[in-house]
């Protein structure tokens, strides 16, 4: 069974704590990504990348880091420093290269307790 | 950098009526043009998508097409049914990053 998975589907997160989200693949893709979702602003970019140990980041980094020591994973770290991290968390990814489509994940919600 | 406006919010419309969605792009740059369905709690799943040497694309009940002069593309759905309803979501992708993603149109189709 092909695809994007995603875990967990809802996270908790105390004050001050780091917490991390995983992102696996099986489609062979060399790009993955990070979105964060809030109501009524669409989907931000967070990181991106497109190769093995190599990533860029995206327009809303602060307070994010990202590791892609593996083509199939991509885990998302949410630090302390990111003073409001309550969101839908997206992860996608793509063959390398422009015009090529993008495949979500199911997502994961993050709560602050 | 590229910035992708989405037209409108929400709308609601009878089932069976056609719903257009409308966006506009920046970067001229630009050539790759995704069309995304997300229901609520789940990930957006891609529906429709148009390359800038096409001007028009369709798929049953679902169409999109792109003016690359006035920098704008539309989705449009016809004899639209109940589980059309979900919010949708325009993208861009400039050259050397990822798709830039409108802010979503929640439709909603009543019977």
């Known amino acids: 069974d092909g695809g994007i998975t995603q875990s967990p589907k809802y996270l908790f997160r105390k004050e001050g704590q780091n917490v991390t989200l995983s992102c696996e693949q099986n489609?062979?893709?060399?790009?993955m990504y990070w979105y964060r979702q809030d109501p009524g602003q669409g989907l931000r970019l967070i990181y991106y990348?497109?190769?093995?140990?190599?990533?860029q980041k995206g327009d809303i980094a602060e307070g994010y880091s990202v590791s892609r020591e593996k083509k199939e994973s991509f885990p998302l770290t949410v630090t302390s420093a990111q003073k409001n991290p309550t969101a839908f968390y997206l992860c996608?990814?793509?063959?390398?290269?422009?015009?090529?489509?993008?495949?979500f994940g199911p997502g994961t919600r993050l709560l602050v307790l | 950098g590229e910035n992708v406006e989405q037209h409108p919010s929400t709308l609601s419309v009878q089932e069976g009526d056609s719903a257009v969605i409308k966006c506009t792009y920046s970067?001229?740059?630009?050539?790759?043009f995704p069309w995304y369905k997300q229901e609520l709690g789940k990930g957006p799943q891609l529906i429709i998508d148009?390359?800038?040497?096409?001007g028009e694309k369709k798929d049953q009940r679902i169409a999109v097409t792109l003016n690359k002069t006035a920098k704008h593309f539309s989705l449009h759905i016809t004899e639209t049914q109940p589980e059309d309803s979900a919010v949708y979501f325009c993208?861009?992708?400039?050259?050397?990053?990822?798709?830039?993603f409108g802010k979503g149109t929640t439709l909603s189709v009543s019977s």
């Open positions: 993208a861009a992708n400039p050259p050397e990053t990822a798709l830039i």
């Open positions: 148009i390359r800038s040497n096409v």
């Open positions: 970067d001229s740059a630009s050539n790759y």
């Open positions: 996608a990814s793509s063959n390398s290269g422009q015009k090529e489509t993008q495949y």
């Open positions: 489609l062979n893709h060399d790009a």
């Open positions: 990348s497109q190769i093995v140990n190599d990533f």
